[in-house]
């Protein structure tokens, strides 16, 4: 419609001001017939065009009177994803927001977060594109960037340990040299490290895995150290 009301500004732009040129202008009558004539071709080629438009329009107001409604689209769409009213949807995007604070602030245990998370991308309503690209893109990026902290176990200590053997355990580092970490959590308790003593409950700290790599790097070495020659 905006574009008809502009061809009809013309128009009326092109015929005042070809009368006002004529009026300041003397103009002889075969002038003034040849220029009445042609501003009645450019009438009548703008009428042709306003036809033709007014006519695209009704075809368009058909067209959108022929659409199902927003309502029944939306009405099937849920149906498709299995819910059952506009509540589903509400209750599930509250589900997510939920989880995605927990995320962000990093609410261990992270096995947690990731079975919520899976939970939501078994859920139908995971496709809506509302939540899709949140659940399978974002959040599960943010769960794969989390880095939770290594978790301590606890050990009582018996007759016969020290700090070399219960390192050495494969229970816990299957690495002798990694004895340092069990000193060092345990400094409270440990004045010699060469002395320990039963009924000890010692804290047996998780390593990253950037530490793991570095102790199994000197354990390699160690068993690759050749025997001492007897002289």
Known sequence: MKYVKFLLAIALFVTFTSVSFAQKKEMTEEEWQAEINRL???KANLTTELNKLQAEVNNLKKTYASLPKVENCQKKTLSLVGANSQNDVDNFRAQLK???AKIERKVSPKADRAAELEALKSNKLAALPEFYNQIFGVLQNKLDAWKEKPKEVLYTVVKGDYLW??????????NPFVWTKIYNANRDQIKDPDLIYPKQVFKIPKLTEEEKAQFDKILRRFKAAPPKQSK
């Open 165 to 174: 053997k219960i390192a050495k355990m494969k229970k816990f580092y299957n």
């Open 40 to 42: 009645t071709e450019k």
């Open 98 to 100: 939920e989880l995605m």
